[in-house]
DNA sequence: CTGTTAGCGCATTCAC
DNA sequence: GTGAATGCGCTAACAG
């Protein structure tokens, strides 16, 4: 580097440390002791000269240059399905609220459904060190799960109970969930109950909800799975009112609808409206998830309730239990978290 | 560090490009050159040979050193008021789409609708030195404007049109939108047009979404204005329900109500549905944004629909001639793109 | 085509 | 309490 004398005019947003320390009158360690306020063995009077030079100069540490000297990234990596799934955004929050004060931040990435980008984004994080990773479900490329395995930090799998999971687990059985609805909906009366949702393996989470359903009817003796399926995730309001007309063509019988998510139960609730089909009278309709137009349609929907934002917090706190422990050589001993989940029974069964 | 000798073992993930060179029988260089792809001068026999080793020891490149050697982080970091909002996400798969191909990864924070979680935000993205920031509305703080001033990074502001912009704007006049949809409806023959949404500043996109209905009232002849305000954003669609009703007994006169967002118009919708309010005909209901809810409701709702992936777009498109520019030493001179918005005229008006 | 030298901005470590 | 020396892993610039 060029020396740069005292007070010298330095090009905006290029401002280093030892500019800093130079107008403070001081050597580069004092400012990174007093910026990082890690130390407090400087004194009052130090202190406030550099807080004022960082601040006059508009300095702002070079997290590169640290991370870069201590080997600390202080992020976390998280790849979620969906941006746009409040389920989600809600785990985030409370990812987010677990890591307040710990100096962590969190890097998302989203993958829309397909592991094949879910590899590309972890590839793309673990070029940067992450001190953890969070990944949802538990199915992941082979490539995935090597670079993972290779890079050797805590990983942290949500919202599915994988059978072979890669690291801690912080989830539920989405299959034990849609099992007990299904169940409830036969307490309620309901013997011809069918299934709305993907076959499709991309969202696993909702193939596991399909084989709840199916398990369900089999533990009741209630005949053979009815089950109408549509395209890639995610699934759209559009598709469960398309969903819907099939179903009461294909099966005139059935009384009762679960859908792999709200979404698909709200757009299959509308269609019936628009078509006369009374809900609950002609069909029952029940979601998964708890989203917020569940809550406000008219009818109200059943749905599954599931704590998104303690999934996401305790996820969190696994993750920095595991955090701290790799930092100090001793690796947490893998745990699985079982979140709850709730039947909500509303105007729509 | 201590000399690695040949093929000595290495911890997983820990081995560096020295490592690989050593195992290659080459250069540091070489190996950086091959792994970067940005060399060919690089014989075929040499790539191949580097390239096993790599393979071999699963060698992940470290990015955070890369950056520092190379001034160029490779990232872009963007704050969206709210994760959860289909609009936004969809802005957000336009600038990803934008950078296909760039090398450029988009780094996502979520301020909630607040500036002063925008400012933390945009604070803790500097320190890792992006090469763009993309910030949403034209409302920062004092600081967040000093410390992008500071940072000489270019800078795009998406989904409004701000009077004393920051860098370049790539967005729409929402008042403008409002505007035009409450002339729109007194065309339809509407006389005494509502506002629904909040008076909070914190939403400077529905604050101005409020203005351009009093703009239309004003140019209409139509009146004083009437607003029902709730809350801080989000607004949910509850808010929506208990702010129709409000709207009713407060003006029983009314016959239209302008939402600020097709949430809060969806909620006003369905409440108006459980007290046997009829859509249109008691009372015309219009929202904005098109969100999935306003197409598949029952009435489907009139609303204004924003090409959101195009604003996302515009915005990358933008942005990437920007840090060209910016890497060249020669700033791209400031920017303003106009985005479109139409007028979606449904079933409930 | 390949190697050598130097240094990015910070934290670690030790010395004062 | 504070400072000076050292090196993290990589790439730019130049040399051969």
Redesign the pocket.
């Known amino acids: 580097?060029?020396k740069r004398m005292g007070a010298a005019k330095v090009e905006p947003g290029?401002?280093?440390?030892?500019?800093?320390?130079a107008r403070a009158?001081?050597?580069?360690?004092?400012?990174?002791?007093v910026?990082?306020n890690?130390?407090r063995?400087?004194?009052e009077?130090?202190?406030a000269k550099v807080q004022r030079a960082a601040e006059e100069m508009g300095?702002?540490?070079?997290?590169?240059?640290?991370v870069?000297?201590?080997?600390?990234s202080g992020f976390i990596a998280a790849v979620i399905p969906s941006i746009n799934n409040s389920n989600f955004s809600d785990t985030v929050r409370g990812i987010t609220a677990a890591f307040e004060g710990s100096g962590l931040q969190l890097l998302l990435g989203s993958s829309d459904y397909r592991i094949e980008t879910e590899e590309t984004l972890v590839e793309a994080m673990l070029q940067r060190r992450p001190e953890g990773v969070i990944l949802t479900g538990g199915r992941h490329t082979v490539r995935t799960r090597r670079l993972l395995e290779a890079a050797a930090v805590p990983v942290v799998e949500t919202w599915d109970q994988p059978e072979q999971p890669l690291g801690h687990v912080v989830g539920f059985s989405n299959a034990a969930a849609t099992h007990a609805l299904v169940m409830r909906l036969h307490e309620r009366g309901y013997r011809n109950i069918a299934f709305i949702g993907g076959t499709s393996n991309r969202d696993t989470r909702g193939a596991d909800r399909r084989l709840g359903y199916a398990q369900a009817l089999k533990d009741l003796g209630a005949g053979r799975p009815r089950v109408i399926s549509f395209g890639q995730p995610p699934i759209s309001m559009e598709q469960g009112g398309e969903a819907i007309v099939q179903l009461l063509q294909q099966w005139p019988d059935v009384d009762a609808a679960v859908c792999v998510s709200d979404l698909s139960a709200f757009g299959a609730l509308m269609e019936c409206q628009r078509r006369g089909w009374q809900v609950p009278g002609r069909i029952a309709i029940a979601g998964f998830g708890d989203f917020e137009v569940a809550r406000c349609s008219n009818p109200r929907l059943t749905t599954v309730a599931v704590d998104c934002h303690e999934i996401g917090r305790a996820t969190g706190e696994v993750l920095l239990r595991a955090v701290e422990a790799a930092a100090t050589g001793q690796p947490l001993p893998l745990e699985t978290v079982l979140t709850p989940f709730r039947i909500v029974e509303r105007e729509s069964t």
């Open positions: 580097m060029v290029k401002a280093t440390m030892a500019d800093v320390a009158g001081v050597s580069k360690m004092t400012v990174s002791r910026l990082n890690i130390d063995r400087v004194s009077a130090t202190s300095y702002v540490i070079d997290t590169t240059a640290r870069f000297s201590s080997k600390r």
